[in-house]
């Protein structure tokens, strides 16, 4: 099982649709959640840094953590053509005194207007 | 803001070529890392640093090599390139005093380079 589980979509919405945006993973060791948003041709931006379980909000944005059952998701409410990008997901883990990031592999979405 | 720069947008080289990556960034961060991505792969560490002159390997450091003589340049090399090495390369720094951090990593625009 791989340690942390993206579809990779595409997914393709129309203007103004909630979207929902969700990974997995399999190690409980994980402690920070991270959402990046990555253009075309572009490095990845992040959006999206979480601790706990719980629901984080920055405008349209909602990142929702949920430890018990190892699920993260992004919600986009409203969504613009400006939010075509793919998302990664991201999780931390401390690992023998050093730190461990693993990136989902991403979800591609295209808001079509 | 966190600025990381990659000095190439698109490099393309020919295959035994050494080749050499370089990544500057300006927020004073002590780690800094090395990423390939790939479609279908996503994205796999190749190479950290967590201080001047220090490094360690990643998840896939085979074939290549890094080289940070200054805090704020980390430099990734490909002795001698391969085809298997075209690749969408980034570079991403966070602060910390040590090898933990609870920031999350900011990433350059990436090189998109090309082995012929």
């Known amino acids: 099982q791989k340690e942390v589980e993206q579809d990779p979509g595409p997914l393709s919405v129309p203007e103004g649709a909630i979207v929902s945006l969700n990974c997995t993973y399999s190690?409980?060791?994980?402690?920070?959640f991270m959402w990046y948003r990555q253009y075309s041709r572009k490095g990845p931006e992040l959006l999206m840094y979480?601790?706990?379980?719980g629901n984080k909000e920055d405008g349209r944005f909602t990142a929702q953590v949920d430890k018990s059952s190892k699920y993260i998701s992004l919600f986009i409410r409203d969504s613009q053509p400006s939010d075509s990008a793919t998302y990664l997901c991201?999780?931390?883990?401390?690992?023998?005194?050093?730190?461990?990031?693993?990136f989902g592999k991403g979800t591609k979405l295209t808001v079509n207007p | 803001d966190v600025k990381v720069t990659q000095s190439s947008r698109y490099l393309v080289k020919r295959t035994g070529e050494k080749v050499f990556l370089e990544c500057v960034q300006d927020?004073?961060?002590?780690?800094m890392f090395w990423y390939r991505q790939d479609p279908g792969l996503g994205l796999r560490l190749i190479y950290f640093?967590?201080?001047?002159?220090?490094?360690e390997k990643g998840d896939i450091p085979e074939g290549y090599s890094v080289s940070r003589e200054k805090k704020e340049r980390f430099s990734l090399i490909l002795e001698s390139a391969s085809t298997n090495q075209t690749s969408m390369y980034l570079c991403?720094?966070?602060?910390?005093?040590?090898?933990?951090?609870?920031?999350?990593?900011?990433f350059g625009d990436g090189t998109r380079l090309s082995i012929l």
């Open positions: 927020m004073d961060h002590e780690n």
């Open positions: 991201a999780m931390k883990r401390t690992q023998g005194g050093s730190e461990k990031l693993v």
């Open positions: 991403a720094s966070t602060p910390a005093p040590g090898q933990t951090s609870n920031q999350p990593q900011h």
């Open positions: 190690n409980s060791a994980f402690q920070y």
């Open positions: 979480t601790y706990s379980s």
């Open positions: 640093s967590y201080d001047v002159k220090m490094k």
